[in-house]
């Protein structure tokens, strides 16, 4: 297990929109693309539940400064998320997500390796992607990014609390799930961020939380609606894919979890790397949920590895230097 520590750096890039995708069900996903489009490899990153596209900013910020051979990047906004269109309660599924997500790799991104990096919510629509689409993800997927998530719901969720405290609150949570997800459209708790504000501090972050980082968080928060809230939370709560990332092979993996992660704990990222025979740990003591913002360098430099590693010509050269060692420790 890696250790490691760091701090909150927000950077602000610019973003290239690219014309909105409209999925198979009508739903408008708003995609935007950085870097080449003949780059050697392709990065997608998904984000978690009410939040947007705006969580990986550093890392794209990041990429982008690795010269000639730099990936390209697409980040989108989830259905009923941020800029694209609202979702109807049947499609706020995981299952949905993951198609949602073959149809940006169909229109954005039709060859070549791929690196798909996914934040709570997301990196479940990937394992989602890689159990409903299996050949697609066999064929394509040269590396993966699992931060904050789980592959096993809310086995391990206890929000900090004690045990019979958690379970209580997380019963009141699934039944207001419920009422929020038949509430459509409407976003009332624009109006209520200043008193929700500790509140998702407290849920999202660790020991330390800049006021950039929060109001990010805060602002992709605002623009869910009700029905992206609570729908989606059956589904975050009752998926199991260990099996599926059992069966990944040897895909490059790193797998990060801040310490102090109220949402989905170090025991969740310790599931997922134990099912993945080549996924490297990564536990970031006093950091919360919310990574990439929180330690955008540890981030960064966890998806820069993996997309070296994925780099055709490198893999190649990686590839013959562990063939070389292995002779050695044979010899």
Request: net charge neutral.
């Amino acid at each position: 297990m890696l250790i490691t520590r760091g701090y909150t750096e927000v950077v602000r890039i610019t973003e290239v929109p690219m014309p909105e995708l409209l999925l198979p069900d009508g739903v408008r996903l708003h995609v935007e693309v950085h870097g080449p489009a003949d780059a050697p490899v392709t990065v997608v990153l998904t984000h978690g539940w009410c939040q947007d596209r705006h969580t990986w900013q550093n890392q794209v910020a990041a990429l982008r400064v690795l010269g000639a051979g730099r990936p390209r990047v697409i980040t989108y906004d989830t259905r009923g998320h941020g800029r694209s269109g609202a979702t109807r309660l049947g499609g706020a599924t995981l299952s949905q997500l993951a198609d949602d997500l073959a149809e940006v790799l169909r229109h954005h991104a039709p060859s070549g390796p791929v690196v798909l990096g996914g934040h709570s919510m997301g990196g479940m629509a990937i394992m989602e992607y890689a159990h409903t689409h299996p050949d697609a993800f066999a064929e394509r997927v040269a590396g993966l990014l699992f931060v904050s998530t789980t592959a096993e719901g809310h086995a391990h969720t206890s929000y900090g609390l004690p045990a019979r405290l958690a379970t209580l609150l997380r019963a009141g949570e699934t039944v207001g799930a419920g009422l929020l997800a038949r509430s459509g459209s409407w976003r009332p708790h624009r109006a209520m961020q200043p008193a929700l504000r500790p509140v998702v501090r407290w849920l999202l972050f660790g020991d330390e939380c800049d006021e950039a980082s929060l109001d990010l968080a805060m602002r992709s928060f605002g623009r869910a609606s009700l029905r992206s809230i609570g729908g989606f939370r059956p589904a975050v709560g009752a998926q199991q894919r260990l099996d599926t990332l059992a069966a990944l092979g040897d895909v490059p993996a790193a797998v990060l979890v801040g310490q102090r992660d109220r949402l989905t704990p170090p025991a969740c990222a310790e599931s997922i790397a134990g099912a993945l025979p080549f996924a490297e740990l990564n536990v970031l003591p006093g950091a919360g949920h919310m990574l990439p913002l929180e330690r955008p360098r540890e981030v960064s430099a966890a998806l820069t590895a993996i997309v070296e590693r994925a780099t055709p010509g490198r893999r190649r050269a990686a590839e013959r230097e562990q063939a070389a060692t292995d002779l050695r420790e044979a010899a």
